[in-house]
Every structure is written in C-alpha cells, then in structure tokens.
Nanobody, 113 residues
Framework: QVQLVESGGGLVQPGGSLRLSCAAS????????MAWYRQAPGRQRELVAL???????NYGGSVKGRFTISRDNAKNMVYLQMNALKPEDTALYYC???????RGQGTQVTVSS
C-alpha cells in the first residue's frame, strides 16, 4: 500500500523553527522527484520546495533562505527544515512524490503569537 505520511507540524511563535518529516512506504522515493506544497484557507496551493532524484533543490520565492528540503533515500524519508517562521507560513503542508503522482494527507503548521 502506497503511503506518504507527514509529521512535525504544530503551533510555533513567529521566528521559531519546525522540522517536517515525510515517511514514504509502498514505493521507493529514489525514483521520484519529491516536493512539499502548502495550502492555506482561501489561497491557492503553493510549491514550497522541491528536491530532484539527484538532489537538486528549488524553493518558492517566499521561503527561499529560510526553508531547507532534504531527502534520505535509505530511510525513504523527506524532510523540510523551516526557520524564521512567519504568520504567513501558516498552512497545511503536504508531501508529494511528483514522478509517481502520490500525495500525503498533510500536517498543519500554525505560526502565531
């Protein structure tokens, strides 16, 4: 059974940090470009970060310099380190296996004082 399970979300104050994890099962992420997307209520889905099969990364303009995507193929995991969080980062964050077309259920991130 194919699954992408995100974890690590929560409530954090502005300026704080969170590390999101995405655990993949039922398929091998080595053969996939992987990405984090986010969607806030009333807003369009937004690409946060992407990491290719060979480790090339790309970031959305609003998170560049603050977020870092990484992958551990041996563990079948993808991560998103988020620093200097802002209230506008509040959204449901979900993990995608772009090549295979899989998507997780998401983890909520709320940035508020």
């Amino acid at each position: 059974q194919v699954q992408l399970v995100e974890s690590g979300g929560g409530l954090v104050q502005p300026g704080g940090s969170l590390r999101l994890s995405c655990a993949a099962s039922g398929f091998d992420i080595r053969f996939n470009d992987m990405a984090w997307y986010r969607q806030a209520p009333g807003r369009q889905r937004e690409l946060v970060a992407l990491i290719s099969r060979i480790g090339i990364t790309n970031y959305g303009g609003s998170v560049k310099g603050r977020f870092t995507i990484s992958r551990d193929n041996a563990k079948n995991m993808v991560y998103l380190q988020m620093n200097a969080l802002k209230p506008e980062d509040t959204a449901l964050y979900y993990c995608n296996a772009l090549t295979a077309g899989y998507r997780g259920q998401g983890t909520q991130v709320t940035v508020s004082s």
